[in-house]
């Protein structure tokens, strides 16, 4: 039987996204009185950036990466 979602993801519940978010706010706040900012990256990225920098047989790119077609 095939999994529904991929492998290594995980749904987050509402009891588990309170949580998170109370951790998530103090994460911030500590980030801010350092200084620091936030930024927001993509969510995914070309395959071949991947390739590119690591290399075709890599572990990060055989093992860890999704490719859509």
Avoid: W
Avoid at 33 to 42: A, D, G, L, M
Wanted: aromatic share 12%.
């Amino acid at each position: 039987m095939s999994q529904i979602k991929p492998k290594g993801t995980r749904d987050f519940l509402p009891n588990d996204t309170f949580t998170l978010q109370i951790v998530e706010g103090l994460l911030r706040e500590c980030a801010e009185t350092s200084c620091y900012r936030e930024i927001r990256t993509p969510f995914f990225e070309h395959t071949e950036v991947f390739v590119r920098s690591s290399g075709e047989a890599s572990d990060i790119v055989n093992k860890e990466t999704y490719t859509f077609i």
